[in-house]
């Protein structure tokens, strides 16, 4: 069966003491947590060294980069490898979130070399896709997704695809307040599993957990989490406070 899975991206914000702050209150209230359920933390580069000591050996609980580079080594100044990460025990990095698209241009190609060398060193990717307001407008969300995952990940193999997690995050919806209603998320998120099983058959489309993003908040988490290819969430603004987290947490199925 497919993880279900509370993934926060703080994105720039939060201070160290901050960020530890937080991650204490949610590692208390995820102790109980169900095992099946994986909570992951994409905190800022400097603090990931800090908050995967804090998370120590609790199970469920992971620390996430929220980018990375797609070359191995070498002259890229400011930039982060995988292996960089991989060397100091981090196991998740967020690729292709559409901040990163829209601001840093990361194209799909550069996206599938991303996702590459994530596979090269071990690393589980959460890929995002979703597309911006226009597109929605009119109409023409579902090609362009289909586009985002065509071009950066269907050259991956079924066993690479197998257990994958993608957050689905219409652009329109992120910091916005405007949540894509239950039945949009869930209509774009069974599309998204229909275009994997046409190219890679419904044993490895069952298997990716398809995380919604886009103004979830404590009060709405729940339904959008029980809608059936909703396999839980990307948090921006309520992940940055512990209540409203461990709400949207305990609100997974
Ligand atoms: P939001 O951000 O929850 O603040 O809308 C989600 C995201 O960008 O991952």
């Known amino acids: 069966m497919r993880k ?5 991206n703080w994105k720039m914000n ?18 109980t947590t169900d095992i099946t359920h994986q909570v992951i933390l994409g905190v800022p580069f400097p603090y990931l060294i800090a908050i995967k000591a804090q998370i120590g050996n609790q199970e469920n609980v992971f620390a996430a980069a929220q980018n990375c580079y797609s070359k191995a080594s070498g002259a890229y100044t400011g930039e982060v490898s995988v292996e960089m990460l991989k060397s100091i025990g981090i196991t998740h990095v967020i690729v292709g979130h559409s901040e990163r698209r829209e601001y840093f241009n990361e194209s799909n190609a550069m996206l599938a070399d991303k996702i590459n060398i994530c596979f090269e060193y071990g690393m589980t990717p959460i890929f995002c896709c979703g597309e ?9 969300q579902n090609g362009f997704v289909a586009t985002q995952l065509e071009e950066s990940l269907f ?48 044993t490895v489309a069952d ?3 398809i995380l919604y993003g886009g ?7 729940k339904e959008i989490f029980a809608q059936q290819d909703v396999d839980g969430g990307l948090v921006g603004g309520a992940s940055l406070v512990a209540t409203d987290f461990v709400t949207i947490i305990n609100s997974l199925k």
């Open 207 to 209: 298997s990716i957990s």
């Open 132 to 140: 911006p307001l226009a597109i929605r407008e009119a109409e023409t």
């Open 14 to 31: 939060l201070t160290l003491e901050q960020g530890m702050a937080l991650t204490a209150d949610i590692l208390k209230a995820t102790l």
């Open 155 to 202: 050259h991956l193999s079924p066993e690479q695809l197998t257990g994958f997690i993608i957050a689905y995050e219409p652009i329109w919806a992120i910091g916005t307040g405007k949540t894509a209603t239950n039945e949009q998320a869930q209509e774009i998120q069974a599309y998204i599993r229909k275009v994997i099983a046409a190219k890679y058959g419904s």
């Open 4 to 8: 279900q899975i509370a993934a926060a």
């Open 215 to 221: 103004s979830v908040k404590a009060a709405n988490a």
